[in-house]
């Protein structure tokens, strides 16, 4: 059955240049994303559902992998601007909890969230609050795990393939996907309006090389098109991952991670994403 897209205009942004860290820690918390509907394809034309499952199973070098959905890794983020990198530490549970640590010479910067709410701590120590009203966690931070794709893959509410595209010189399938909740956990579609992600994968390898969503600033004045590329893919706890990741805000780059290791299914507690 034929269904109308609703695809959101275009949106220009010029984003200043950042250059203090807690800003572009800042950056990493413009997450909005907005629903689309899947229109007619063409015979032999992959389904955006089709494309994410062989992208799933292309990770699971192993079964064990098949439902990871937490993680920890460390690593170095280099800022655009700058010619130092800075060490970086992310522990993540889900898509709600995550907490984010960048060191530097002058102070460590941090974000903490849990189930929604946590707090943004500068190299100074003062902290801001986040809420579910100004944040909404994007489905894939910083690592797209097997768990989480096929998490979303089953709760998705509506799913597109929206053809093919090059990405740095190879074809990808290019599918976007929004995730539906209940009422109990989202009682004012706030989750469910911001979660469309679009994904970028490779059509011969399946693996994922770029993702996109667009983001709010925390006073919900102005949008962000925020991108994840991955590269350097390697084999690590049974999954095949990128250990190189880079951000785009408005076609700017922000910083670049490279991963130095990564532990799956690691024995989080609420304890660790409070601080």
């Known amino acids: 059955m034929k269904r109308n897209l609703q695809i959101p205009p275009d949106v220009s942004v010029v984003l200043p240049k950042r250059t203090i860290v807690s800003e572009i820690l800042g950056l ?50 280099q800022m655009a601007g700058s010619n130092d990198p800075n060490p970086i530490r992310v522990l993540s549970r889900g898509t709600a ?22 707090t943004v701590t500068n190299k100074s120590g003062k902290q801001s609050a986040l809420n579910a009203d100004t944040y909404t966690p994007p489905q894939i931070s910083f690592l797209p795990l097997p768990g989480i794709l096929a998490d979303l893959l089953s709760s998705a509410r509506e799913m597109a393939y929206l053809g093919m595209e090059n990405v740095d010189g190879r074809l990808t399938h290019h599918i976007a996907v929004s995730r539906g909740y209940n009422r109990e956990k989202d009682p004012h579609g706030i989750l469910s309006s911001r979660s469309r992600t679009e994904f ?16 709010f600033d925390p006073s919900r004045q102005k949008t962000y098109q925020r991108e994840l590329l991955f590269s350097g893919y390697k084999q690590s706890d049974g999954a095949l991952l990128p250990f190189t990741i880079s951000e785009t805000l408005v076609g700017q780059r922000t910083w670049t991670i490279s991963v130095q290791s990564i532990e799956l299914g690691p024995k989080l507690s609420d304890g660790d994403f409070e601080r």
């Open 97 to 118: 909890d995550i907490h984010i640590t960048i060191g530097m010479q002058e102070g460590a910067h941090s974000v903490a969230l849990l189930r929604g709410k946590g």
């Open 28 to 77: 990493l918390l413009l997450i909005l994303s907005v629903s689309v509907s899947s229109g007619a394809q063409n015979p032999g034309t992959p389904t955006a559902k089709e494309v994410m499952e062989k992208a799933i199973a292309k990770m699971c070098v192993d079964t064990s992998a098949q439902k990871v959905d937490t993680y920890s890794f460390s690593g170095t983020m």
């Open 200 to 215: 970028f994968i490779d059509s011969e390898s399946f693996l994922i090389l770029k993702l996109r969503h667009l983001s």
